[in-house]
C-alpha cells in the first residue's frame, strides 16, 4: 500500500522561528511536492524534486526553502516564520511509471502565532 | 493566463439527488485530467482520471466525469448522491500531458442535506 507520512498533523510555532515539515514516502518516486491549501485558494505548489538534491520552485517559493537529501524524504523549511505562513500544508509524490497519480500525504496544520 | 476553474466555490445538494461538478482548464493540448476529493480532516483521493480514450471515464465511490474537448471541461457526476459525499473536490491538470506538476482548481465544497 502507497504510503506517504508527514511528520506532524498540527504544529503552532512562533513568528520567527525555523520550522521543519517532514515528508517521507515508501514508494521509490523520483518526484515529489509541497503544496499549501488555503481555503478558498485550492492547493498552491511551493517547491517540488524531480530528484535527489534537485529542487524547482513552485508558484508561490518565498519565504519556504526546501531539502531532499535521500529519495524518500522531501523537507520543508520556513527560515523564519510569519503569521502568514499559518496553512494546511499538503506533501505529494508522483508516480510517472504507470498511473501518473499522485498520492498525497495526510497534511500538516501549521500555526504561526 | 493558462489556469484551472470551478466555477462553484459552494454546491448544495439533497440526499439522493444527482450532482454535476463542473472543471474547466485553458491549456491548448488535451492534458491529463484528474479529479480529488478530500474528506473533512483527510488527504486527498483520487476519484478517476483521463489520459486519453473513451471520454466517458468511471471512478470510485460510483463517480464518473466526462472530456468534451470542445468546451474544455471535464465535468464530474454521480446520479445519487449520498450523505458521506459531503467533501471538498478538486479538478486537477497536468498541462503538458508529461513530467509536471498537477494544477490544481481552487475547490468546490459540497453539501448533502437529507
Known amino acids: 500500500d502507497v504510503k506517504v507520512t508527514q511528520s506532524s498533523r498540527y504544529l503552532v510555532k512562533r513568528t520567527g522561528e525555523k520550522v521543519f515539515l517532514e515528508c517521507v514516502q515508501d514508494?521509490?518516486?523520483?518526484?515529489m511536492f509541497w503544496y499549501r491549501q488555503d481555503p478558498g485558494l485550492g492547493l498552491r505548489l511551493i517547491y517540488f524534486?524531480?530528484?535527489?538534491?534537485?529542487?524547482e520552485k513552485g508558484d508561490i517559493p518565498e519565504g519556504y526553502s526546501v531539502s531532499r537529501e535521500k529519495k524518500e524524504r522531501f523537507s520543508l523549511i520556513l527560515e523564519s516564520a510569519s503569521t502568514n505562513q499559518t496553512s494546511m500544508y499538503l506533501c505529494?509524490?508522483?508516480?510517472?511509471?504507470?498511473?501518473?497519480?499522485?498520492?498525497f500525504g495526510p497534511g500538516t496544520r501549521l500555526t504561526v502565532t | 493566463a493558462q489556469s484551472v476553474t470551478q466555477p462553484d466555490i459552494h454546491i448544495t445538494v439533497s440526499e439522493g439527488a444527482s450532482l454535476e461538478l463542473r472543471c474547466n482548464y485553458s491549456?491548448?493540448?488535451?492534458?491529463?485530467l484528474f479529479w480529488y476529493v478530500q474528506s473533512p480532516g483527510q488527504g486527498l483521493q483520487l476519484l478517476l482520471k483521463?489520459?486519453?480514450?473513451?471520454?466517458l471515464v468511471q471512478g470510485i465511490k460510483g463517480f464518473e466525469a466526462e472530456f468534451k474537448r470542445s468546451q474544455s471541461s471535464f465535468n464530474l457526476r454521480k446520479p445519487s448522491v449520498h450523505w458521506s459525499d459531503a467533501a471538498e473536490y478538486f479538478c486537477?491538470?497536468?498541462?503538458?500531458?508529461?513530467?509536471?506538476?498537477?494544477?490544481f482548481g481552487k475547490g468546490t465544497r459540497l453539501s448533502v442535506i437529507a
Open positions: 486537477a491538470v497536468v498541462p503538458d500531458s508529461g513530467n509536471t506538476p498537477l494544477v
Open positions: 514508494m521509490d518516486h523520483e518526484n
Open positions: 491549456y491548448g493540448a488535451t492534458p491529463y
Open positions: 505529494a509524490t508522483l508516480d510517472t511509471t504507470l498511473t501518473y497519480e499522485q498520492y
Open positions: 524534486s524531480y530528484d535527489v538534491k534537485m529542487k
Open positions: 483521463y489520459f486519453s480514450g473513451d471520454t
